[in-house]
């Protein structure tokens, strides 16, 4: 079984600093990888994935995420913040056999 | 509008009361699957379903039943509801599993007293 870490529960940053969301995976075979954004009281949705093609990875709303084999990480990334970005974000791997491991998320805080 | 509905979106109810949760996709996915969300926890997968009458355990079945008579329709059952069970679910569905992401309902918040 996969296992997904997010490192930091909390995340707080400035608006139009960077933001890094870490997460790393356990698998020693490469799998897929997702970040989904969660805004309150909503579902989850997607904001990008990595399927073993290009490395980095560019999502919606200025988002982007490398994939490190070396490292089994995949950490999330905003050049600038915005407050809109303000919600909870996950990380989750899918393997051989179709589960899916979430990790136990990242509350994003924006400050003005 | 292709979406993930689930009803109820809320649902108060006492200890043993048998109970159901809808789900429903209306993008033709095959594959489905239910996660309760919990603080500090995160997602985690109760349930998935590769096709009709295909059903298989995540990582926290104990509890619950499912069952997948139709393509596009995946019941969460608790047929025996505990205070543990107090949780928010969400069913999600995609074109099939592994590979692709999945599209998320709404939410159920389940409260069980």
């Known amino acids: 079984a996969q296992s997904v870490t997010q490192l930091g529960s909390h995340v707080s940053v400035s608006e139009g600093a960077l933001v890094l969301l870490r997460c790393n995976y356990s698998s020693s075979v490469p799998p897929y990888l997702f970040w989904y954004v969660q805004y309150p009281n909503q579902g989850l949705q997607l904001l990008l994935k990595?399927?073993?093609?290009?490395?980095l990875v560019k999502g919606i709303n200025g988002f982007e995420a490398e994939f490190k084999k070396s490292e089994t990480s995949f950490h999330l990334t905003k050049p600038s913040a915005h407050m809109s970005d303000a919600a909870e974000y996950f990380c989750a791997v899918s393997e051989i056999g179709n589960q899916f491991y979430f990790g136990t998320g990242t509350s994003l805080t924006v400050i003005p | 509008e292709a979406q993930v509905t689930q009803n109820p979106r809320y649902l108060i109810t006492v200890t043993g009361k048998k109970l159901t949760v809808t789900c429903s996709q209306n993008?033709?996915?095959?594959?489905m699957s239910w996660y309760r969300q919990d603080p500090g926890l995160g997602l985690r997968q109760i349930y998935y379903s590769m096709n009709v009458e295909v059903t298989d355990k995540g990582d926290v079945p104990e509890g619950y039943k499912v069952s997948r008579k139709e393509k596009r329709n995946f019941p969460l059952i608790l047929e025996s509801p505990s205070p543990n069970q107090t949780s928010l679910y969400f069913c999600?569905?995609?074109?099939?599993?592994?590979?692709?992401?999945?599209?998320f309902g709404p939410g159920t918040r389940l409260t069980v007293t």
């Open positions: 999600a569905s995609s074109p099939t599993g592994m590979f692709y992401e999945q599209y």
């Open positions: 990595y399927t073993s093609a290009a490395t």
């Open positions: 993008m033709n996915h095959e594959y």
